[in-house]
C-alpha cells in the first residue's frame, strides 16, 4: 500500500528563515503527491498538488515543493518564514485507482520572532 | 461560494451512543469523502460517497455507515460508540471522474468527544 513519511514530528525555525518540511512516498508508480496546511481548530487546506505536469509545484502563501523521483520525496519549502505560517502540515498521497487520500503523520511548524 | 460545511461543530457522546455527522460539500461538487483524525494524527479515510453509493471504503469497521442524499449531502453515522471515537470528523468534497487526482476541499470539522 502507498504511504507517506514526514520527517520531524515538529519543526522550528526563526521568522525570515528558510522552511524546509520533509515528506517521502512509497509507490512503486508516480502517484499523485499533496501538502495541505491546518491551522489551529480548523479543517485542511489545500497548499499544492502534484499531477506529474511538472517537477517544481508552486502553491499558495509562498511554499512550493519539488518532486524528486529518484529520492521518492516531495519536500514543502519557503524561502522566508512569517509567523502567520505556524500550523500543521500535513503530506498526502493519492494513489493511483484509489478514491482516497493517504496522509503522513503531520508536521508543527512553529515560527520564532 | 460556499465551501464545504459541516454540523455540528461539537458534539459529545458517551459510550454505547449513536451519533450522526452533516456535511454539505462545495457548490459544484458530487463526491464526498469522510477522514477520521485523532489528536495528534493525519487523517484516516473513512469512506467516499458517490451518486449515493459507497465507492471505497477504508479500514472501519462497519459501526461506521454513510448516506449520501440527492443534493449531494452526506451523514456519517457512527453507532455504539467507543472512546476511542473520540476525533475530528473531517468532510471533504471533490469532483467525480479520476478522483486519485482530483483536489479535494475539507471541511473544518465536527470534533466529537465520547465519555
Known amino acids: 500500500a502507498q504511504s507517506v513519511t514526514q520527517l520531524g514530528s515538529h519543526v522550528s525555525v526563526s521568522e525570515g528563515a528558510l522552511v524546509l518540511l520533509r515528506c517521502n512516498y512509497s509507490s512503486s508508480v508516480p502517484p499523485y503527491l499533496f501538502w495541505y496546511v491546518q491551522y489551529p481548530n480548523q479543517g485542511l487546506q489545500l497548499l499544492l498538488k502534484?499531477?506529474?505536469?511538472?517537477?517544481l509545484v508552486k502553491g499558495i502563501n509562498g511554499f512550493e515543493a519539488e518532486f524528486k523521483k529518484s529520492e521518492t520525496s516531495f519536500h514543502l519549502t519557503k524561502p522566508s518564514a512569517h509567523m502567520s505560517d505556524a500550523a500543521e502540515y500535513f503530506c498526502?498521497?493519492?494513489?493511483?485507482?484509489?478514491?482516497?487520500?493517504?496522509f503522513g503523520q503531520g508536521t508543527r511548524l512553529t515560527i520564532n520572532p | 461560494d460556499a465551501g464545504v460545511t459541516q454540523s455540528p461543530t461539537h458534539l459529545i457522546k458517551t459510550r454505547g451512543q449513536q451519533v450522526t455527522l452533516r456535511c454539505s460539500p462545495k457548490s459544484g461538487h458530487d463526491t464526498v469523502s469522510w477522514y477520521q483524525q485523532a489528536l495528534g494524527q493525519g487523517p484516516q479515510f473513512i469512506f467516499q460517497y458517490y451518486e449515493e453509493e459507497e465507492r471505497q471504503r477504508g479500514n472501519f469497521p462497519d459501526r461506521f455507515s454513510g448516506h449520501q442524499f440527492p443534493n449531494y449531502s452526506s451523514e456519517l453515522n457512527v453507532n455504539a460508540l467507543l472512546l476511542g471515537d473520540s476525533a475530528l470528523y473531517l468532510c471533504?468534497?471533490?469532483?467525480?471522474?479520476?478522483?486519485?487526482?482530483?483536489?479535494?476541499?475539507f471541511g473544518p470539522g465536527t470534533r466529537l468527544l465520547v465519555l
Open positions: 498526502a498521497v493519492s494513489p493511483e485507482g484509489a478514491q482516497k487520500l493517504v
Open positions: 471533504a468534497s471533490s469532483l467525480a471522474g479520476q478522483a486519485f487526482q482530483e483536489t479535494q476541499y
Open positions: 502534484y499531477t506529474s505536469a511538472a517537477t
